[in-house]
């Protein structure tokens, strides 16, 4: 597929654009964050009005030390293929668990998207893919096609320091399956993550590194913002356009 421009939508805690302006911006596609209790039925009743696809499902795994996490997974992907969705976004956390059962057990996961024509892609989130190096070690070692990389191009600066994402993304791009594009001022543990273009963010270098290593999939927009940044719809309407604009406008997304 070509990079397409996906909108992650489905935070409970925060105020959300209306499905019918994410789609008069020209947005076709959004990640959703699966919730308890809902149908794909449902999800497909609120977006097909609007001509949108889901790019992604943001599934939420029980600790991989348990068993659940794989009937868990199991019901995921029914959901995933059943909203035509292309791949899973997940965040998993070994914790106390010995890396050698993670692995196992997320190569598991592998089989159970993979036997669907599912990917995942592990978000750049701690303790197995805060880094470039990470990733690799934990991808390597899982060793599963279906498994690769969520890249988070502020996540990079938020877990880590003194760190470079356009350097990182060439470490691993062979691994990116998806990219969550957000913006940060650069803190390490900062949580102020402004509109993309407004921070220290490279997304043209990034872009570059993995054209060149044959990319192709999905530039969501992950727009968790500055608190106050967005307090009304048109605030948020206005976050989003600049954000898909600054992505078109680099050459990223149609």
């Not at 999905?218 to 600054?246: F, I, K, Q, W």
Request: charged share 20%; proline share 4%; with cysteine.
């Amino acid at each position: 597929m070509a990079n397409v421009l996906s909108h992650r939508i489905g935070y409970v805690a925060q105020p959300q654009l209306p499905l019918e302006r994410v789609a008069a911006l020209g947005i076709k596609y959004v990640e959703m964050v699966m919730q308890e209790g809902e149908s794909a039925e449902q999800v497909l009743a609120m977006l097909d009005p609007h001509g949108l696809k889901v790019s992604t499902i943001h599934a939420h795994p029980t600790p991989v030390s348990e068993d659940s996490i794989l009937e868990t997974m199991e019901q995921a992907t029914e959901f995933a293929v059943a909203v035509g969705a292309l791949g899973f976004f997940v965040s998993v956390l070994a914790g106390e668990t010995p890396l050698d059962e993670a692995y196992g057990r997320l190569r598991q996961i592998g089989e159970i998207a993979g036997s669907r024509g599912l990917f995942v892609a592990m978000e750049t989130h701690e303790d197995l893919c805060e880094n470039a190096d990470k990733a690799i070690q934990t991808l390597e070692a899982v060793n599963h096609p279906a498994f690769g990389w969520n890249l988070d191009t502020a996540n990079i600066y938020y877990y880590n320091e003194n760190i470079d994402v356009v350097e990182e993304a060439r470490k691993a791009a062979k691994w990116v399956r998806s990219v969550h594009a957000k913006d940060t001022t650069g803190g390490f543990k900062d949580p102020n993550f402004p509109n993309l273009g407004e921070g220290i963010v490279d997304f043209a270098g990034v872009g570059r590194v993995l054209a060149e290593a044959g990319f192709s999939g999905p530039y969501t927009m992950e727009l968790e913002g500055v608190a106050g940044s967005a307090d009304s719809l048109e605030a948020m309407e206005h976050n989003v356009r600049v954000c898909a604009e600054h992505l078109r406008g680099l050459g990223l997304v149609d």
